[in-house]
């Protein structure tokens, strides 16, 4: 058994020549005695050409990231 705990630290546009979400957050799987299992900490600013990231679509992709570090698989 474990608890997962999580903070954000930005989610946001931010405000420039043009707006672009900025997310940043971290994770951490704990173990019941209080080991740490597994911890993360992303953090993007989006930026399209043709295309604007949301904040909502940004975060996805981060936390599908972290998930994937899980098992090892491709960042």
């Known amino acids: 058994e474990a608890l997962l705990y999580g903070s954000v630290a ?4 931010q405000h420039g020549l043009k707006e672009e979400p900025s997310i ?3 994770v951490r799987l704990v ?3 209080g080991v ?3 911890a993360s900490s992303r ?3 989006g930026g399209g050409v043709l295309q604007r990231a949301s904040l ?3 975060a996805q992709d981060l936390v599908t990231i972290m998930v994937r570090s899980l098992d ?3 960042q």
Do not use: I, K, P
Request: glycine share 14%; charged share 20%; proline share 0%.
């Open 10 to 13: 930005e989610y946001r546009y």
């Open 24 to 26: 940043g957050f971290s």
């Open 31 to 33: 173990s019941r005695d």
């Open 36 to 38: 740490v299992l597994w």
């Open 43 to 45: 953090a993007a600013v």
């Open 56 to 58: 909502t679509g940004l």
């Open 72 to 74: 090892g698989s491709s």
